[in-house]
């Protein structure tokens, strides 16, 4: 690593300030660390200062809390803290199984929950210091002509990675609320924003898969009253099943028959909402041929590379046995 | 620098106590390097903001209770300040990305990776390592339930384990075995003891549970009870490897290496990296550079931080050129097709008159992925020039060998040389030599007159250390009507680095018949091959065994009685009967594929055997007047178990229990052993150890004038001979040795998701020859472990190479994926034991190499289509599933 200075927050606000006198650039926001540290080690991210805002989690009792609109979740919550939580497992299956899944027990203990969205893909050309990619701003996706056999096979604009968020999907399809601080004449100014809307494939790949300025951060979460109950799932496809990064993985939502959500996950370079798919088995019964159906509209649009064919089978897969799995529910 | 501790006197350099390695100088180096960068900026700023650095700063770390002042630099991990300002070693730097667990300590009761927590982060938490959970001499239920059940081999990530484990049981003291197998995902074994570790944590609960397998192997073994005698040492973070060896006046180095298949330096930051506070040299030499990971230069500083900061500041741009990636292309301008054309006379005519004639001609091709040895503790070599001697510690698995090249390249007579290895993280076959690590190590202590430590970085060692080839193998046999090969053709190409190395045994064990075979190495831009156990074989099997499951298939015969009648074995002949019995053969699908729904279950069978050649050691017993006895071997542990073995057969000659031995092993000082390769330690070193103990038997005898027949005569014995000590030295003694073979047979059961094509190994009955076991534990272990590393090898490992630039894509233990506890099969080792010889046959090696192909067969079994390339991954069965057209 690269010296820096390693400053504290002890407040949102007093974070969010730093950040508002801050360069894009110069500083680097971190949490539990585990991207952030990640990233230091290789090299890949060379900030003056570190801004450390761990310290600002909450005690384990307050990490999620009930309210009238739903279920709030602190920003600096851990993965373990939001699925060993009764309400998320009762209501929000596919939440407590978005933050049971991913990565280790470790590494779950440390990881928060806004680092989690806002983590680096995993793309090993973009991960590895060896590689000036398109989205280090070289000139061309080293996947196309390499081995993309776990990039993207939809959505993908010139760089083609993917979304590695498996919180982000079920947080997706439960219908999310992020609220987003930042600091405007002397104080934390917030705005809130469905997650739907936080992830965009970026134009140009250098820029973030979600929008979040270089002066904002992430204060909360919540799920809507309107998305609980025990019908939604999430379901990831691994090739190891201790340790692995999902090569697709599913969060479907049937609490709101009419209005259902799904979402993949690891197959296009921001969780991918499939609005035809949600069309077509809205107020529906899941009858095999619907769900075959469903399958086919779900990859219709699937654009596979010379390696990664058999993730457009598997998105369908997984859409299958997530839509499955929340309508025999939890 | 307020702690950092003062340099030691230089005459401290050799102490080997504890303290002496433990207290490293070379943080305090660090500490003066940073110290002159930057003043200490600790200041609350005005906005609720704390600051700490650039550069060190004090805080204040409780570890395992007590509360100390250090001074981290913002950058140090806790892992880091641990090892380096705690004197701990339990806490161990594997993959450093939080992928492996080695590194686990709890944080505040919750396990994380200190590999990826900052020390800064610490501050005000309470930091528990493994050395904190034994209360003094008294183990943790855990740790002494991995030592009952010998759940650790090599020990390096037995830490890690002990205290996933523990943090599970602080929060659910009565967990379920899955419950383990999660606790533990995140830590991975590379000798393969997740089994016996499981079992070990369910003990730990106060369930009753058997310690391996009782009831097929108690009766057999020569000790069945006794755990290794070293496992205090390794459960408790206390034992000690090369990694862990501090010295006063330490410096680091690191060498540098070529991340492309082929490239030339286009441009270097050399003055920025010379220019780090702490930067002893930097060397980056320019020429063209033609496999990924070939060395091209070091930096030399004197602390870690200014190591990894000058490597960066470094910035080498390369111009990439056109490595060799691609086999198949390779093979095609080189050397023509593949096959080659057979010839037209001897064995070729033969060959190509069967096939006119035969009734079935199979013709296959498989292909199997290049494997990396990805020892959990990388190489690392710590030398000590001290002018007119010196000393180092490599991570070897070949003592012997290692002490004549730290000689040399410390340019001293050997007598004026001691080297060490006691524990060793794991070899595999990598580790024969002192290699560039210890070269570059005593060049520079040379050079500079202080201790020098390289460790390896994890990428490097992935791309540069040795690794298993790949191969394509092509088989084109003649068969008659019962699917016995008549004639064939055999071509085996080995896919591997500069220098070769790649052959696979194909064919072997069965009976083809006259075979035509050829062999092409290939050169391609990767790192060079080194022997990975049992080198050539698993490769080999792969393409064997599932060959004849495709003979058989094609002939319409069971394959177990295809088997039979081309195996000329008899020990397998038997071993077939039990293993088809004890996996359930009867039951599997008939014909493949036949089963229905989502998932398909198979069973298939693999097979080898194992040469077991002389041996030669020296073992030597230093007799004490209480009757105790030291038991002294040069060789090294690798994770077998030879301290144990050692005092197991020592005790069962001389008929004396194990508790008066310590056994001694690793240093150069001792009787010379031999290298840990082709399986030859156990059995050279038991016949050594037992003409040893019959010499001190003799020599007691003479001195006491008693006979000496169990361990009561034997204590009194030496309470009545007139020496305070005696020593004798034994060698090879045929009395003792054993010739037969190692046969091995496993049965494997595999389930199948036909929709995501994910396979699960869900058993595997191992049936393994080994003579007369001497540890049951320990041999079950090897066994266990062989067959963990065949799964990994059959369903994950592979080093990914890019297409474009050569570059190793997966130089981590994240994407290079290695089998995990969640994904461990049941494991039934069955140790094949005949007669009352006392000879000990080779265990180390034969179990890894039927496992491939036996989970090969199965998962053909199950779903009626093959996947002839390894590993076979969810897209090889679905492609496999889809070329079939779909599953029924």
């Known amino acids: 690593m690269i010296p820096f200075e390693f400053v504290t927050a002890r407040s949102f606000e007093a974070a969010a300030q730093l950040l508002a006198e801050s360069r894009r650039g110069d500083v680097l926001l971190k949490a539990g660390g585990i991207d952030v540290v990640d990233r230091l080690k290789e090299g890949l991210d060379r900030p003056k200062v570190i801004l450390n805002i761990r310290g600002l989690r909450p005690a384990r009792a307050d990490a999620v809390r009930k309210g009238d609109n739903g279920l709030t979740i602190h920003a600096l919550a851990t993965l373990t803290e939001i699925n060993e939580n009764e309400a998320v497992r009762t209501d929000y299956p596919a939440v407590a199984a978005g933050t049971r899944k991913p990565a280790t027990p470790q590494v779950r203990n440390v990881a928060s929950l806004a680092g989690n969205l806002c983590q680096k893909p995993r793309c090993w050309y973009y991960r590895s210091l060896d590689f000036r990619c398109l989205k280090k701003g070289g000139d061309r996706c080293y996947a196309v002509n390499g081995d993309n056999r776990y990039h993207a096979v939809l959505g993908a604009g010139a760089c083609h990675i993917v979304a590695p968020s498996s919180a982000a999907p079920s947080l997706m399809a439960c219908g999310a609320m992020l609220r987003i601080g930042r600091y405007v004449d002397g104080k934390l100014s917030e705005r809130t924003l469905p997650i739907a809307d936080f992830y965009r494939v970026p134009s140009n790949p250098q820029d973030d898969e979600f929008q979040l300025g270089h002066d904002e951060l992430i204060l909360d979460v919540t799920l809507p009253q309107s998305a609980a109950g025990r019908h939604s799932a999430y379901v990831e496809l691994k090739e190891k099943q201790s340790f692995d990064w999902a090569m697709a993985s599913c969060a479907v939502n049937l609490n709101e028959r009419a209005a259902p959500r799904i979402v993949l996950g690891a197959v296009a370079p921001i969780p991918w909402r499939l609005p035809k798919v949600e069309q077509l088995v809205a107020g529906q019964k899941l009858t095999d041929t619907l769900i075959a159906e469903a399958r086919r509209a779900a990859i219709a649009d699937a654009r596979p590379m010379t390696n990664n064919g058999y993730k457009v089978t598997l998105a369908g897969a997984v859409l299958e046995h997530a839509l499955r799995a929340a309508d025999e529910g939890a | ?888």
């Not at chain 2, 630039?805 to 994926?817: D, V």
Request: aromatic share 4%; charged share 25%; with cysteine.
């Open chain 2, 1 to 888: 620098m307020s702690s950092a501790r003062p340099p030691r006197d230089r005459d401290t350099a050799c102490d080997v106590s504890r303290r002496g390695f433990l207290k490293g100088a070379g943080i305090a180096a660090a500490g003066t390097v940073l110290a002159a960068r930057s003043a200490l900026a600790q200041s609350d700023g005005p906005a609720g903001l704390t600051r700490h650095g650039p550069g060190p700063t004090p805080i204040e770390l409780t570890v395992n209770g007590a509360s100390q002042r250090v001074t981290v630099d913002p950058r140090s991990t806790l892992l880091d300040v641990l090892r380096d300002q705690f004197d701990l070693t339990g806490p161990k730097e594997v993959c450093a990305r939080g992928a492996c667990g080695g590194c686990n300590v709890m944080l505040d009761g919750v396990v994380v990776n200190s590999c990826m927590t900052l020390a800064l982060d610490a501050a005000g938490s309470k930091v528990t390592t493994v050395e904190g959970l034994a209360a003094g001499e008294k183990l943790d239920p855990v740790q002494a339930a991995l030592c009952r059940h010998d759940g650790l081999q090599c020990g390096y990530c037995t830490p890690g384990f002990v205290v996933a484990i523990r943090s599970l049981l602080d929060r659910n003291p009565k967990p379920t075995a899955d419950d383990v197998r999660d606790a533990c995902s995140g830590n991975i074994c590379r000798c393969g003891t997740y089994p016996k570790v499981i079992e070990a944590a369910l003990a730990a609960t106060g369930v009753q549970i058997a310690a391996g397998n009782v009831a097929d192997n108690a009766a057999v073994c020569m000790e069945s009870e006794g755990g290794r005698v070293d496992a205090p040492q390794k459960v408790t973070g206390r034992a000690r490897y090369t990694t862990d060896v501090n010295l006063p006046r330490m410096a680091f180095a690191q060498i540098l290496y070529c991340p492309f298949g082929r490239a030339t330096i286009k441009s270097a930051d050399r003055d920025a990296a010379a220019a780090v506070p702490g930067v002893l040299e930097v060397v980056l030499n320019e020429k063209e550079y033609k496999y990924c990971g070939q060395p091209c230069g070091h930096i030399a500083a004197e602390s870690r931080h200014a190591l990894d900061e000058a490597r960066l500041r470094l910035n080498v741009q390369w111009e990439i050129g056109t490595p060799v990636v691609d086999p198949v292309a390779e093979h095609q301008s080189k050397h023509g097709p593949i096959p080659p054309e057979l010839k037209k006379s001897g064995a070729g005519e033969k060959v190509t008159a069967a096939l006119g004639e035969a009734r079935h001609v199979v013709e296959r091709v498989y292909q199997t992925q290049i494997q990396t040895h990805a020892c959990l503790e990388p190489h690392a070599a710590v030398a000590d020039h001290r002018g007119e001697e010196g000393e180092m510690w490599v991570s070897t698995q070949a003592n012997i060998v290692i002490h004549g090249e730290a000689a040399n390249a410390m340019k001293l007579d050997r007598s004026k040389v001691r080297t060490h290895c006691e524990f060793v993280g794991g070899g595999f076959g990598s580790k024969f030599g002192i290699d560039a690590e210890g070269r570059l190590a005593a060049e520079l202590s040379r050079k500079f007159t202080r201790p020098i430590k390289i460790v390896n970085n994890r990428k490097r060692e992935h791309l540069d250390t040795g690794c298993r080839p790949g191969s394509i193998q092509y088989m084109k046999f003649a068969a008659g009507e019962d699917g016995v090969p008549a004639a064939g053709q055999v071509h085996v190409v080995g896919v591997s680095g500069l220098g070769g190395g790649g052959d696979a045994s194909n064919p072997d064990h069965y009976e083809f018949g006259d075979v035509a075979r050829t062999f092409t190495d290939l050169d391609l831009s990767v790192g060079h091959s080194r022997p990975m156990r049992a080198p050539g074989k698993p490769q080999g099997m792969f393409a064997v065994d599932s060959f004849v499951d495709e003979l058989a298939e094609t002939a319409g015969v069971d394959p177990l009685v295809l088997r039979r009648s081309i195996d000329p074995n008899r020990t397998r002949k038997r071993m077939y009967e039990i293993g088809a019995e004890r996996i359930g053969w009867a039951s599997r699908p008939k014909p493949d594929g036949a089963g229905s729904g989502r998932f398909r279950r198979g069973i298939g069978v693999g097979v080898s055997n194992w040469g077991n050649g002389q041996g030669n050691a020296s073992v030597g017993i230093h007799v004490h007047r209480d009757g105790t006895l030291k038991v002294l071997c040069g060789t090294q542990d690798i994770g077998t178990g030879v301290k144990t073995l050692l005092a197991d057969v020592v005790a069962d000659q001389l008929k004396i229990d194990r508790g008066l031995i310590t056994a001694l092993t690793g240093s150069s000082e001792y009787p010379p052993g031999p290298p840990s390769g082709g399986s030859v330690t156990s059995r050279s070193v038991a016949p050594a150890a037992r003409d040893a103990a019959e010499k001190a038997r003799a020599k007691l005898a003479e001195l006491s004038g008693m006979e000496v027949s169990d361990r009561d005569s034997w204590v009194a014995a030496c309470r009545k001979m007139g020496e305070e000590s005696f020593s004798v030295v034994g060698s090879f003694n045929k009395a003792y040795w054993g010739k037969g073979g190692s046969e091995a047979v496993q049965f494997a059961e595999v389930e199948v998701d036909t929709h995501t094509g994910i396979v699960r190994v869900t058993k595997v009955v191992a049936l393994q020859a080994c003579g007369r076991p001497v540890n049951r534990l320990t041999a079950e272990n090897q066994v266990i472990g062989g067959v963990i590393q065949g799964v990994s090898y059959a369903l994950f490992e592979e080093k990914i190479l890019d297409p474009v630039t050569g570059a190793m894509l997966n130089p981590n233990l994240e994407q290079y994926k290695i089998l995990g506890p969640r994904d461990c099969p049941e494991i039934i080792p069955i140790l094949w034991a005949e007669g009352d010889d006392l000879g000990v046959r080779s265990i180390g090696e034969p179990p890894v190499v039927p496992t491939a192909g036996a989970v090969a067969n199965a998962i053909a079994n199950a779903i009626g289509a093959r996947v002839r390339s390894l590993p076979i991954s969810p897209a090889k069965v679905l492609a496999a599933l889809a070329e079939r057209g779909g599953v029924a």
